[in-house]
């Protein structure tokens, strides 16, 4: 295939990498130096889930949350039974109404990584042009919590409600930080809720998820100019996902791209629309720490290669392309994970010397 010219995308070199936030390092420094010590890829504030289970990513967000209470020894959300429901709901539309991001914000002892990152970089003379946050989907979110009976939280309207509230201005709380920072914003939601959707075993329709998600998006978007994305690290409906109101939509692209090119087209109107793909061609379920970049280039060659024969623009797939690991880290060992680091800064490097 013939290489294009090069551009960027959104001010972002074809490639760029960034990772997805879970890591098992347990010191916040030590986490935030490891990220900051590649260059090529954009620094992302770290969820320490070895640390503390409260960064876990479904108690991490759970603190402004109206009837929701964290079980920190098992790491799950539970509804609280004891929640003064009308009066807990008055407070958090208070608190929404008014804009009050210092009631949204992320808590040192839920997100010590976020913190930690901020302060480190406050001390650089020159910001990073990029950071790169997160929050938990709220889908994901919904459907892991359970109510009385056999109801899921995303099943009471009045409580996702607040989900989505909640969920949307901690993002803004993330992104109006790295503002302050001087540093242009990456802001994923996470949902690993929504591998498998689609199948005939979901018990979301495909209306409900596209409101939920819409409305998350356009709460981050009304405020802010932030990129936003969407990791799945599942298969998934793509032709629902890649219609969404995103600016990149990210994969597994090791262990399910065959199954992502089946929506060729879907793919080529999302990249028409000036979106990106982040590609999850760093492995992490199954890694060996042996994968060479030369590997993982070779099977994203094969990969655009399929999807050019299928009509796609080259120019647009390599100009709009990012590279993350498949999945986040946390539960992988320390020096695995550092070599998978590395190996995403070699394989970026590698992907803008071949394709650019």
Known sequence: MASPDRRTWKGLPPF???????????????????????????PFWPQLVRKD????????????????????????????????????????????????????????????????????LKGRPQPPHWLKGQIVGPITLGMSVKLEGDRFLIHDPELMDTVIKGLAFQAVFQIKS?????????????????????????????EEVRRILGETIALIRERSQALIGLHCCGNSDWSLLLSLDLDIINLDAYGYGPSFLLYAEDIQRFLERDKAVAWGIVP???????????????????????????????????TQALLTPACGMGTLS???????????????????????
């Open 334 to 356: 320390e020096d695995l994970a550092l070599k998978l680091l590395a190996l995403l800064a070699e394989t970026s490097r590698s992907a803008q010397e071949r394709f650019s």
């Open 16 to 42: 760029s990498a960034t990772g997805i936030g879970s890591v098992p390092f347990p010191d916040p420094k030590e986490a935030c130096r490891i990220v900051l010590a590649h260059r090529e890829v954009i």
């Open 53 to 120: 289970p409260r960064e876990d990513m479904l108690l991490q967000y759970s603190p402004p949350l109206p009837c929701l209470t964290g079980k920190a020894e098992a790491t799950a959300l539970v509804f609280d039974p004891g929640c003064r429901r009308e009066e807990a709901l008055v407070g958090f539309y208070e608190r929404f109404l008014a804009e009050d991001l210092d009631y949204f914000s992320l808590r040192p002892e839920y997100a010590a990584g976020f913190f930690t990152m901020r302060e480190l």
């Open 284 to 318: 992490t379920a199954g890694a060996t720490g042996r994968e060479e970049a030369e590997d993982l280039l070779k099977r994203l060659e094969g990969y655009f290669h399929d999807l050019v024969e299928k009509g796609l623009d080259p120019e647009r797939l390599y």
């Open 178 to 206: 790295f503002e302050g920072l001087g540093a242009r914003s990456i802001l994923f939601l996470d949902e690993p809720g929504l591998s498998g959707y689609g199948s005939a075993f979901s018990p979301l329709t495909e």
